[in-house]
Structure formats: C-alpha cells, structure tokens
C-alpha cells in the first residue's frame, strides 16, 4: 500500500525557517485536499494547514503570516514553509491525504530550540 513520505524536518533556532515536503506516488494526488497536522506530546495532533486540488488553503490561527502550505500536482509533492518558527511549534508534522481512505505519512520531528 501506498503512503506519503514526509521530509525536511529537523531542529532550528527561534525565527529560523524550515520547509516541509510530502511525497504521494498517487495518480489520484492533483483530486484530494491534503492536509499538514501535527501533535506534540500530551497534547492533541491538530491540523494546521490544508490545500484543496484546486490550490485553496486554509490554516489553523497560530500559524496564520508564519506558514505557507503549497502543492505541485505535477510532482505529486506538497510543501510546508514554515517561517519565524516558535518553540510551540515543536511537534512531530504529518502529512494526510483526504479521500476515500486516508492516507498518512510516518511523520517528521520538527524541533524549534536555541
């Protein structure tokens, strides 16, 4: 069975930036809303940001001006920017894909520390 592959995560300083990928080797990609959540430990996995396949977004408010979610259905990648990085943003980020089944990846660390 298929399932998305989250990279680019790692540990970085406050106000440093990091930008996420999600692969999908899917040919259904380019038609569902894909989403990025992620959870901390003790606390809930929250979204945080979607994309429709038509380019629409929508963000959770703690990240509004800070994170910018994106899709390029030819490579069947979507991407995370996350900028001005906050220690609460420390969690592990998963990358989902909406459908008939849902879709997740393993997750990657994302470490916001000085």
């Known amino acids: 069975q298929v399932q998305p592959v989250e990279s680019g995560g790692g540990l970085v300083q406050p106000g440093g930036s990091l930008r996420l990928s999600c692969a999908f080797a899917?040919?259904?990609?380019?038609?569902?809303?894909m989403g990025w959540y992620r959870q901390a430990p003790g606390k809930q996995r929250e979204l945080v940001a979607s994309i429709t396949g038509g380019g629409s977004t929508n963000y959770t408010d703690s990240v509004k001006g800070r994170f910018a979610i994106s899709r390029d259905n030819a490579k069947n990648t979507m991407y995370l920017q996350m900028n001005s990085l906050k220690p609460e943003d420390t969690a592990v980020y998963y990358c989902k894909r909406d459908g008939p089944r849902a879709h997740w990846g393993q997750g990657t660390q994302v470490t916001v520390s000085s």
């Open positions: 899917d040919i259904y990609f380019s038609i569902y809303t």
